[in-house]
Each structure stands twice: as structure tokens, then as C-alpha cells.
């Protein structure tokens, strides 16, 4: 059975300095790799999606690395700000037909 | 502008009480799914429908219901048989289940016990 892992399970970094937050996971056949932001209270919002075949995927500050044979995702962000404060999620999807597996996600805070 | 809406935004239930969960997506959505989140935890699946009037269980499926009668609406029943129903409830959809498109969420039901 799939298990997906996020450390540290929270964050806290001072604004402007980078973000890394790790996603590991048992079984390396995936189909796709799915990062997510909640914020408090909150349904959660899609930032990146990363298919079995890509290395990574970037949106504006957002970067997402995916290694399967390391069964590890990355996602960085760049410049960190107070507005990125949230609990971000990696989920893995194992086939096609397959469900999310998702991590518990890691609580991020940047203080200004 | 297209989302999911999910309500109410919190819900108590006393003991014995059937509760039901609205969730309606104006998408265009084939595959709609239930979610539970419990502090700390990941997201587990409940239910899930890739197409109207078909749905499967998902991981927790005992004690709750769903029903998938019209494309647009996914309602999660919590029945009595759910002895621990206090979480944090998320419904989402996307365009097929069988694809690489990114799931979209509402922003979830608050049950508790009252």
C-alpha cells in the first residue's frame, strides 16, 4: 500500500527566504504527483501537478521536482512571503484509475 | 464564476441523528469525491462517482451514504452508524476520474457532536 510522508510536519522561516518542503512515498509507480495549499478552515487549492514522466513543474515562485525512483517530490518557493503561510499537501495518485494518497502536509509560517 | 459550493459551512449532530452534507459543482464535472480530514492526518477518501447514478466506496465508507442523481450534486449522508463523525469534510470534482486533471475543492463542512 502506498504511503506518502511529509517532514517536518511545520515550518517556520523569516520573509524573503526560500522555502523547501518534502514528499516522499513507498512505490515508485505513479501516475501523477499533486501539490496542494489550505489555509485555515479552508478547502484546498491546487498549485502543481507533476505526471510520471515529467521532472518538474514551475509556476511563477512555485517550483515542483519529482524523482520516482527516490520516491521524493520537492516543492520550492522562492522568496517566501507572509501570504504563503498555509498548510501545503502532496498527494500521489497511482494509476489511472487509481485515488489520491495524500500526506498529512506540512503547516508553513513566514514571519515578516 | 464555476466552483464548488459546499454547505453548510458547520454542522452538529446529536447522538442517533442522520446528517447530510451538500455538495453541488457547476464544473461540468463527470467525477465528484468525498474527503474526511482529521487533525494532523491526511485527507482519506469516503465516497467517490464518476458518473451520475454510479458512485464506489472509497477507504472509510462504513457509516455514510451518498447518492449521485444528477451531475452537478454529490450529498454525503453521515448516519448514525458513524460513531466518531466529528472532521472536517471536503467534496471535490474533476473533469473525469480517469485523467491528469487536477482535482478542485470546496471549502468544506465542520461536523461535530453535540
Known amino acids: 500500500k502506498q504511503e506518502v510522508t511529509q517532514i517536518p510536519a511545520a515550518l517556520s522561516v523569516p520573509e524573503g527566504e526560500n522555502l523547501v518542503l518534502n514528499c516522499s512515498f513507498t512505490?515508485?509507480?505513479?501516475?501523477?504527483l499533486q501539490w496542494f495549499r489550505q489555509d485555515p478552515g479552508k478547502g484546498l487549492t491546487s498549485l502543481l501537478l507533476i505526471q510520471s514522466s515529467q521532472r518538474e513543474q514551475t509556476s511563477g515562485r512555485l517550483n515542483a521536482s519529482l524523482d520516482k525512483s527516490s520516491g521524493r517530490s520537492t516543492l520550492y518557493i522562492a522568496a517566501s512571503q507572509p501570504g504563503d503561510s498555509a498548510t501545503y499537501l502532496c498527494?500521489?495518485?497511482?494509476?489511472?484509475?487509481?485515488?489520491?494518497?495524500f500526506g498529512a502536509g506540512t503547516q508553513v509560517v513566514v514571519t515578516p | 464564476d464555476g466552483g464548488i459550493t459546499q454547505s453548510p459551512k458547520y454542522l452538529f449532530r446529536k447522538e442517533g441523528q442522520n446528517v447530510t452534507l451538500s455538495c453541488e459543482q457547476n464544473?461540468?464535472?463527470?467525477?465528484m469525491y468525498w474527503y474526511r480530514q482529521d487533525p494532523g492526518q491526511g485527507l482519506r477518501l469516503i465516497y467517490y462517482?464518476?458518473?451520475?447514478?454510479?458512485?464506489q466506496k472509497g477507504d472509510i465508507a462504513e457509516g455514510y451514504s451518498v447518492s449521485r442523481e444528477k451531475k452537478e450534486s454529490f450529498p454525503l449522508t453521515v448516519t448514525s452508524a458513524q460513531k466518531n463523525p466529528t472532521a472536517f469534510y471536503l467534496c471535490a470534482s474533476s473533469r473525469k476520474q480517469r485523467s491528469n486533471q487536477p482535482q478542485h475543492f470546496g471549502d468544506g463542512t465542520r461536523l461535530s457532536i453535540l
Open positions: 462517482s464518476q458518473i451520475v447514478n454510479d458512485f
Open positions: 512505490d515508485s509507480a505513479i501516475y501523477n
Open positions: 498527494a500521489v495518485r497511482p494509476d489511472s484509475w487509481g485515488k489520491l494518497q
Open positions: 464544473l461540468n464535472h463527470d467525477a
